[in-house]
């Protein structure tokens, strides 16, 4: 670890989060030669140590469900492959729905992830205590519940895939920028850290929050943009609440974590283009608290233990980048998560890897690829349903 | 007062009176601090500690509601008042039986992973036991008084010597003055609005081209927000007393100096019978003046000053300077304590039933932290304090520092403190403010070598607890360190520690010198995490009802 980077790798990945961390596994374990992985800041810095741990298959766009239902069998596995378990518990995703326009989209929602063969229920507004005991929402027009969504615990899922690369040989330098990126000699991509230069074939763009800036730093014109959310968790108690729960109106997500917290957010987007600090805010401390009495009038005397923000990585048509950038060969993008990232994880990252190597993806151009932004191909559908 | 009061309380199924100002932990306490909840992952006993609100260890439900810290909250006539998290009860309980199956105890954090077969079974287990009390009951929170916007040129918050210095200074200066602290605020000065038992809970970066640059929030006892604008900000929150690290530090009758004084509050004698008191300076004397010949005997992790020497003299207190504690012994309460001097010698067991904690001062610096004020870790102090300008201002325009919270020392140099902020802030900018020296940055902290001699010592017996919150042990600082973990901010995240309900408070000073031993480098490299809002644990009713400035 005190060894700085060598001069040359067959792959250098951008961003030491979940992708970029899950990215390098794949790539090791299919013998794509050295790796190396950079890391702005420490391990968990970024949104992958930040997120509300939530993992859905509830989507308006099939590839995304498919992709999401693997990723849920991967979540399940984790525990006997990796040396940590965090804990993914299927409790349920439940989407509340309070106007017919959102009764609209869940219908949208339910007829997609049926047809995609999961057991998804369209619950009447009668119905939706049944899954959410204590709910006291006046405005509530019906809901979806799909039990096998369910939410983890980031850090362990962290650590084991870092302690796995490091076993494989894979180098994760942590507190190591990347400051600049150009076409060196023989077609190589050259990064430059605040004391080197190394030079890959190969470059992915795993940065998160931060991948509009390194795809810049390469001269590339992307449209992702950077926005901050904030999130909070109260005190721990006893049992409360088994489902996720997203509310459309205002993307309120709430869950409670193995260790009692609840943990939640809601949509008041900074959209900033790029990082800048992670500040709290009083404005979402007060909605997310009129929010969370709202829905639960029994929790106005639970305390608020800490909030906190990350950013996501959003996309203007809320789907992920995947894939090489045709302006620039040897550049692939694993980013435009938009807030999804850590749960799709293990499904996106296997793509992105045989794309690095080379291998064809299931992936529809259309929906995925970097190109769509750029009119090389016809852009697909959008997905809208974002929250959580 | 006079004969039996008609007002009382009930606690497991017995009526208590309500006596004056008097907390419901001390309401509790009679001739030792009652057991008043079971820690979660390892089921220990947790009674009265800290005495300030601040730590996880004397939590009950009080009316439905759980988490109420029973060393502030006052008790009301008719409240029922129950411990939650033991089984059968707190006082014996066997939920340890369960540490036999599974060594890493309720481990909420890295998860159980073999043998596979047990998988679903422990996870089922942990989401059944974790968290401190059940989810309020429905109706239980009671009606909150009205929320208010309330506005001011000067937010002095923490009514100490220095607060109260600053707030006179600039009220007679012509400045409209609000003082809020989280005490009683007994004789506020003159001209000056103030709003005792309130608590600051986040005061965000000011924002310049507003009218009122900061805006922060607070809540009262009862629950009731309060947004608090104004021009400018002078933080003298002081300072608490911090924890010290030994096998059995979490025991019940382990104290900290507040903590004893706040159990002993409306009564003459003390809440323990033979106490050992630590620590050699203004604190340690201050409890002796206190507490007398309870004081068994007094230990210094260095050298004594002339107060507690002269008290302990006439007393006839016998004192052990330089000396280590290795161990604090007793199952369910302190029964004696093992110490021993520095450098070698034989280990004494001394029969006490209380550990009373007066060596070190740690400053209340979430207020400087969260408005963005550069912080620079100060050794003397073992603890980050915000960089100043002689006058007293941070890095942060419009924001003052003073007293104890800035690194101060108590009493008149605080006050002093007070009156130079104040000072520094009528005069702005342009003009010179009065010198004053800054605290001592740079010397190594008095702990950092006591730690690694008391480790090189360690028997190995029993468990360490780092983190009383959330029962993180020593050796998973280890381990962390082992595994390549770096830092604070990766160490958090790994083993929990500053993630329980203090905040960090009792654990992250520890665990700054404990890491810089470990990784060899100075305490200051190990960084610090952010800190994060609210300040204290603070209900979601009360940011609900936060009013909203007018634009």
Known sequence: MNDGPRDRYAVAIIGGGIVGLFTALHLARAGAGPIAVFERGFLSSGASGRNGGGVRQQWETAATV??????????????GEFGYNPYFR??????????????????????????????????????????????????????????????????????????????????????????????????????????????????????????????????????????????????????????????????????????????????????????????????FLRRMGRAVVELFPSLRGLNVLRAWAGYYDDTPDGMPVIGEDPRLPGFYHANGFGGHGFMLSPATTRRVAQAVLGERTDL?????????????????SVERLQPG | MGGPTPLSFRFRGREYPIVGERGLAASLTGSHPPILGRSIRYHRPRAPFCGTGFCSQCLVRVNGVPNTRSCTYRPAAGDRVVSENGVPSVEYDLLGLLDALFPRGLDTLHGFRRPAFLRGFYQRVIRGLAGYGRPPTPGASA?????????????????????????????????????????????????VASHPRTTVTFLPPPSPDRPFPFEGSAVDERGAARLLRSR??????????GGLLFPGNDRPGVLTAEGAIQLASGRGDAPFERALLVGGEDRAAELIDRFGTHIAAAVSLSTFGPAVARRASELEIPLYPRSLILEARGR?????????????????????????????????????????????????????????????????????????????????????????????LLASASSAAPALRPPTVGTPSPLEGYYTELLGAASGRGKWILCACEDVLLSEIDEANALGYRGLEEVKRYTGVGTGVCQGRFCLPDAILLLSALERRPP?????IRQRPPVLPTPLGAWAELPEAPP
């Open chain 1, 66 to 79: 498919k992709l999401a239902s693997e990723a849920v069998a991967a979540w399940r596995r984790f525990p």
């Open chain 1, 90 to 283: 299927q409790g349920g995703y439940l989407f509340l729905a309070e106007s017919d326009d959102e009764v609209a989209q869940l219908d949208r929602v339910a007829a997609v992830v049926r047809s995609c063969g999961l057991p998804i229920l369209r619950l009447p507004a009668e119905r939706v205590a049944e899954y959410a005991p204590g709910i006291g929402l006046r405005s509530l027009k019906g809901g979806s519940f799909l039990g096998s969504d369910g939410t983890l615990y980031p850090f362990p899922a962290i650590w084991g895939v870092y302690e796995e690369l490091r076993r494989l040989g894979v180098e994760v330098f942590l507190r190591t920028p990347v400051v600049g990126i150009s076409r060196g000699e023989g077609g190589l991509l050259q990064l430059r850290l605040e004391r080197s230069t190394i030079s890959a074939p190969k470059v992915v763009n795993a940065a998160g929050g931060w991948s509009g800036e390194v795809s810049r730093l390469a001269g590339l014109d992307v449209p992702n943009v950077a926005s901050r959310h904030e999130i909070l968790a109260t005190e721990p108690m006893k049992r409360f609440l088994d489902p996720m729960i997203i509310r459309l109106s205002d993307g309120l997500y709430l869950s409670q974590t193995m260790r009692g917290e609840l943990v939640g957010g809601l949509t008041v987007p900074h959209p900033t283009g790029t990082v800048a600090g992670m500040p709290s805010s009083l404005a």
């Open chain 1, 364 to 380: 529809d151009p259309a929906l995925f690829s970097p190109g769509r932004f750029l009119g090389a191909v016809r852009p697909g």
């Open chain 2, 143 to 191: 009606p909150v008084a009205p929320a208010s916007l309330l506005d001011s040129d000067v937010l002095v918050i923490g009514a100490g010597p220095a607060g109260r210095a600053a707030s006179t200074r600039l009220a007679a200066a012509g400045r409209s003055v609000r003082l809020v602290d989280r005490g009683p605020l007994t004789a506020p000065p003159t001209g």
């Open chain 2, 232 to 241: 400018e900000v002078v933080v003298s929150t002081g300072a608490y007393d």
């Open chain 2, 332 to 424: 369910r309460r302190v029964r004696s304590a093992l110490v021993r001097p520095r450098g070698g010698g034989p280990p004494l067991s001394l029969p006490v039933d209380a550990i009373l904690l007066a060596h070190r001062r740690l400053p209340n610096v979430q207020l400087f932290f969260q408005p963005g004020a550069e912080m620079e870790w100060s050794g003397e102090v073992g603890a980050y304090l915000p960089r100043l300008s002689p006058g007293g201002g941070t890095s942060v325009p419009g924001l003052f520092a003073a007293g104890e919270a800035a690194g101060f020392a108590a009493g008149a140099e605080s006050e002093a403190s007070g009156v130079a902020a104040a000072e520094a």
């Open chain 2, 524 to 528: 200051a490299e190990v960084g610090y």
